[in-house]
């Protein structure tokens, strides 16, 4: 990769991350009210990254093969229960993908 090339690639993600930045400040720049589609976007889109990473997840497993999708559903029980227990998606996402790892690492190879 050449020098230009590596500066053109530095730039576009430059102005791609500074564009969502100040996207939202320039589509609302009066902070009175927020628009009742954000708000309600804002309430439903946290249970649809649920729903998606729930899909991808599983999405390659074979409850018909190999050890039946154990590592896959105690690392999911392990999510929920976090969840559950604490009420914190990143602690839960993260518990989870701990999980799964040593589970495929170390118990089922």
């Given at each position: 990769?050449?020098?230009?090339?590596?500066?053109?690639?530095?730039?576009?993600?430059?102005?791609?991350?500074?564009?969502?930045?100040?996207?939202?400040?320039?589509?609302?720049?009066?902070?009175?009210?927020?628009?009742?589609?954000?708000?309600?976007?804002?309430?439903?889109?946290?249970?649809c990254m649920w729903g998606l990473l729930i899909?991808?997840?599983?999405?390659?497993?074979?409850?018909?093969?190999?050890?039946?999708?154990?590592?896959?559903?105690?690392?999911?029980?392990?999510?929920?229960?976090?969840?559950?227990?604490?009420?914190?998606?990143?602690?839960?996402?993260?518990?989870?993908?701990?999980?799964?790892?040593?589970?495929?690492?170390?118990?089922?190879?």
């Open positions: 990769m050449s020098t230009v090339e590596l500066l053109a690639m530095i730039a576009a993600g430059a102005v791609a991350t500074q564009l969502t930045r100040w996207l939202p400040f320039l589509a609302f720049p009066t902070p009175e009210k927020t628009p009742k589609t954000v708000t309600y976007l804002g309430t439903v889109l946290p249970a899909v991808y997840c599983f999405r390659t497993s074979a409850p018909l093969a190999g050890y039946h999708m154990a590592p896959e559903l105690i690392a999911a029980g392990v999510v929920v229960g976090l969840h559950v227990w604490k009420r914190n998606m990143s602690l839960s996402m993260i518990g989870g993908t701990i999980v799964y790892m040593l589970l495929i690492r170390t118990v089922f190879p």
